[in-house]
């Protein structure tokens, strides 16, 4: 029984910010990855950014210079700092984690309800 819940979303200006906080519950030994995926209207759902329990980071080309992916292993706890954002960032972003319950168990995935992010004048 684990559960990921987003929280941050909501509607900025073109050039504004927002940070996305997304914490993972329930029984879990660990997490390897955690990331953010995003769906825009009319489009297929993409891997924006994730980053390793040892801080490995990756990012999408479009978000890069703009967009910090950050963790904190001790509350199972993932943020995404969202800055000059463009229209082109609308969308659901969806919290992801790679999850194993026990040192034994498989790993799992793991997805968030998703947030609302739309950027608009």
């Known amino acids: 029984q684990v559960r990921l819940v987003e929280s941050g979303g909501g509607l900025v200006q073109p050039g504004g910010s927002l940070r996305l906080s997304c914490a993972a519950s329930g029984v879990i030994f660990s997490i390897d990855p955690m990331g953010w995926y995003r769906q825009a209207p009319g489009k297929q759902r993409e891997l924006v950014a994730t980053i390793t329990s040892g801080g490995r980071i990756n990012y999408i080309d479009s978000v890069k210079g703009r967009f910090t992916i950050s963790r904190d292993n001790a509350k199972n706890t993932v943020y995404l700092q969202m800055n000059s954002l463009k229209p082109e960032d609308t969308a659901v972003y969806y919290c992801?984690?790679?999850?194993?319950?026990?040192?034994?168990?498989?790993?799992?995935?793991?997805w968030g309800p998703g947030t609302q992010v739309t950027v608009s004048s």
């Open positions: 992801y984690s790679h999850i194993r319950k026990g040192w034994t168990s498989r790993w799992d995935d793991y």
